[in-house]
């Protein structure tokens, strides 16, 4: 059993720079796949990054890709995402996750933390 907690979002404007943090709880941490996942108001949540239980693979969404980086640390039992160029677009609740397997769907993550708010202004 794993426990989730986000940290680090805000209010930036755009073109700035955050870097989300995901501290875990849990003797097997790096036994489990994890992701971030984000939600909008109005909008299903929609998937962001993957990382697999080494480190070694990742993946993106389009939408994403070239301007975020997501990375793990399991000695310190944390993943992180760091988020550049942001724009209004980005704006969402940034959940992460972790689950057997690295997947862009929610439902393959048996694990999620309570989110932490991303707001970028123009």
């Known amino acids: 059993q794993v426990q989730l907690v986000e940290s680090g979002g805000g209010l930036v404007q755009a073109g700035d720079s955050l870097r989300l943090s995901c501290a875990a709880s849990?003797?097997?941490?790096?036994?489990?796949?994890m992701g971030w996942f984000r939600q909008a108001p109005g909008k299903e949540r929609e998937y962001v990054a993957a990382?697999?239980?080494?480190?070694?693979?990742?993946n993106y969404a389009d939408s994403v890709k070239d301007r975020f980086t997501i990375s793990r640390d399991n000695a310190q039992n944390t993943v992180s995402l760091q988020m550049n160029s942001l724009k209004p677009e980005d704006t969402a609740v940034y959940y992460c996750?972790?689950?057997?397997?690295?997947?862009?769907?929610?439902?393959?993550?048996?694990?999620w933390g309570q989110g932490t708010q991303v707001t970028v202004s123009s």
């Open positions: 996750a972790a689950g057997r397997y690295s997947s862009r769907y929610p439902e393959r993550y048996n694990y």
């Open positions: 849990g003797r097997a941490f790096s036994s489990y796949a």
């Open positions: 990382i697999n239980w080494s480190g070694g693979s990742t």
